[in-house]
């Protein structure tokens, strides 16, 4: 990147340009250990023996701050404990700072704590600590939230994307791309009231599930920003594999399918976050797919695809015919602010 260059929304999508972003601008001056790729950093504070703690902080800026399935107060508690979770880490404590833009009114402002609170609560996770800032109106919109979680790690627990290999099974835990849907259609206001609701949910209750498997599981990732293909992208690149996607096994309801049609948007392209996609060993994909499913949050899961050698760090979109199209990941933000 040049130093010429000026902040732009794609470097913040979650796809190529904020790759770039961080590997080029912000790891070479705070350090690698800013960041090894992970969703959570670990580190070994001499806890019990084998576990380490977890922390993960994030930014919530999404527009509109309530939306069909959530606010900008459960998200910001999912998605933090999301992020702890696909590192296989049980969440603990939250950290809350806030920023509020002049003129928010007070009921707005409770709904959205007491959205915290609940999702808090409901995880078994405490808000230990927190900040609050008012700026003036115009300064801000409306509400930003940023958080900071802390976890622990058991160590049967070894999540890296160098442990993938060929053979190696794709799984995702429900229907994808709602979240982004969902707040495409609020923001737009098209009318869609009760056909499109964001997937917003706690991952932990269904990862905790599979610690018998976690020697069979290489990877985990919430789709988030960029959505399935983003996090594909993110699992093979560096690596000497590539995968092999089984269009007619996406798990995509119905009405978001129709809705990215009539948009003309990519559907993988969308964010969830109420979803994990998961690298297994092939051997126990079935057994794992199947404990997926007995959560409520995993009755939609589906095995999606295959790693391959052929096309390395290639995606590979298969149709039913047999013919394929390679799965870009995305290089431009097609849906701002979905988080």
Known sequence: MSNQETIRLSHGSGGRATNELLREVILPILGPSAGHGLDAALMDLSLQEGQKLAITTDGFVIQPIEFPGGDIGKLAVCGTLNDLAVMGACPVALALGIILEEGLPLKVLERIL??????????GVRVVTGDTKVVRKG???????TTTGIGVQSQVWNLHPQRIVKGDRILVSGTIAEHGAAILAARESF???????????????????????????RFMRDPTRGGLAAVLHEAFEGTAQGAEIREDQLPIRREVAAFSEVLGIEPLYLASEGRVVLVTDGAASRAIL??????????????????TVAQAERIVLKNPYGSGRFLMNPAEEQLPRIC
Request: proline residues 3%.
């Open 114 to 123: 007491r959205s915290i609170a609940l999702e808090a609560e409901r995880n």
């Open 191 to 217: 009318g869609l009231e009760g056909a499109l609701a964001s997937d917003c949910a706690c991952l932990w209750p269904l990862i905790e599930r599979l610690d018998r498997f976690a020697e069979s599981i």
């Open 139 to 145: 300064e801000a919109d409306r509400i930003f939230v």
């Open 290 to 307: 199947e404990e997926i499913r007995q959560s409520p949050l995993g009755r939609d899961a589906a095995e999606i695809g295959t790693v």
